[in-house]
């Protein structure tokens, strides 16, 4: 296994390479590629969609209103955005903050899976659909899994994979503000669970099962 300065020093060489990957077409019209940010050695670690209009400016993960009530909800269990790690499904940002499309998260989600490779958190809290389905390997919507937890493997290591609302899907709609901060009430529990998510496994892999059984009825939020 690593020693920490070895991750760090990889994930150092992760960001540079993002920074210049070109493997989809959204490279052309990016500022810069947004990489992630926060703690390298993180236990919690959130993964959202992908960058916006600021996020493109800035080179930071959730820096507008969204990324505002993220910090407020991390306040609300004594956290702060330098005791996590903040990425998201795609580095670049698609014009007009369109959905991602499929070869665009084919082409970048091996940056996200090294991530989580080398920063090994405890919880990977997933905010939206897009992040909950490729990380959970199943086509559940987040309104039916969120607040689900499920261990499960990614990266190489044992994690407990928990789905939340995005935050931007709250900000305007009180009843899913409160289902969200309910959600990340119990993220305190979940990091403080013994479930060997530090011991390495031969491989990551997809939940063999769902989360929940399969809806007649889908309804997607973010």
């Known amino acids: 296994m690593q020693d920490a300065p070895a991750r760090f020093t990889e994930l150092r060489r ?47 993960p959730f820096v507008g209103q969204a990324g505002k009530l993220l910090d407020r909800l991390l ?8 005791d996590v790690f903040v990425a998201n499904v795609l580095k670049c940002r698609p014009p007009g903050n369109r959905d991602p499309l499929p070869d665009e998260i084919d082409a970048c989600e091996r940056h996200l899976f090294r991530q989580i ?11 939206g659909n897009f992040a909950t389905k490729l990380l959970s390997g199943r086509p559940l919507g987040i309104t039916r899994v969120h607040g689900q937890e499920h261990n499960t493997a990614l990266g190489g290591s044992r994690v407990i994979l928990y789905p939340l609302y995005h935050p931007a899907a709250a900000l305007y709609t009180p009843a899913m503000l409160k289902v969200l901060e309910e959600d990340f009430a119990r993220l305190p529990q979940l990091l403080s669970r ?11 892999v997809v939940p063999a099962a769902p989360l929940v059984a399969e809806p007649a009825v889908q309804l997607d939020l973010f």
């Open 117 to 127: 490779e080398l920063i090994r958190p405890t919880v990977v809290a997933t905010l």
């Open 194 to 204: 013994e479930v060997n998510v530090r011991e390495p496994v031969a491989a990551a």
């Open 75 to 82: 306040a609300g269990i004594g956290l702060t955005r330098a």
């Open 14 to 60: 992760l960001e540079e390479t993002v920074s210049g990957c070109t493997r989809c077409a959204l490279h052309a019209g990016r500022t810069q590629a947004v990489f992630g940010s926060g703690d390298p050695d993180a236990d919690l670690m959130f993964v959202g969609e992908a960058p916006g209009f600021h996020e493109d400016q800035q080179g930071v």
